[in-house]
């Protein structure tokens, strides 16, 4: 009797053996998964452009969430110059951590400007893009000609001076 306990616990504990092994070997197969970001982290991604009709002012750039997206006259290529008080009522269009996702614009028009501060923006023909805060909903842009200085920009990546009638422009 004492060899038959002998060998059901030789054998029990061959068993749990071969489970433990067979547990740390089951992850195997997706640890050579081809995700981008490393394990635990969510994957990079970049903002969303597209392009919409816009009423009176024809297909326009927007944002992800469908809202009207501007340039303004007093930047350069390369550079912002809407700091301070003027970022309150224009914020920019950021860049994202990833490479940008784009519909119906031309990926060769689409750059990244980087702010005083560090941060990155999208720019379009170099040009930094921003959003109007007074836009509430997609398809508005009350930010047209606003100070004759903020314009929206077309598919073609540029910028659209003309005003649909009926509209105001003292949003700034």
Avoid: H
């Amino acid at each position: 009797m004492k060899r038959l306990g002998s060998v059901v616990g030789i054998v029990g504990v061959a068993v749990l053996g071969l489970a433990g092994l067979t547990a740390c070997g089951s992850n195997d197969s997706s640890s050579g998964s081809s995700s981008s970001a490393p394990a635990g982290q969510p994957a990079a991604t970049g903002a969303k452009l597209a392009t919409a009709d816009v009423g009176g002012l024809g297909k326009v750039v927007v944002d992800g969430n469908g809202r009207t997206v501007y340039v303004f006259d007093k930047d350069t290529s390369g550079k912002s110059n809407c700091e301070g008080d003027c970022l309150a009522k224009w914020p920019v269009v950021a860049a994202g951590d990833g490479t940008p996702q784009l519909t119906g614009i031309d990926a060769s028009l689409i750059s990244t400007v980087t702010r005083s501060d560090g941060t990155k923006q999208l720019a379009i023909n170099g040009l930094p893009l921003y959003l109007f805060a007074s836009d509430s909903a997609a398809g508005e842009a009350k930010g047209q000609a606003v100070g004759g200085v903020w314009w929206v920009v077309g598919a073609d990546g540029k910028k659209i001076t003309t005003q649909p009638a009926g509209s105001g422009n003292g949003g700034y």
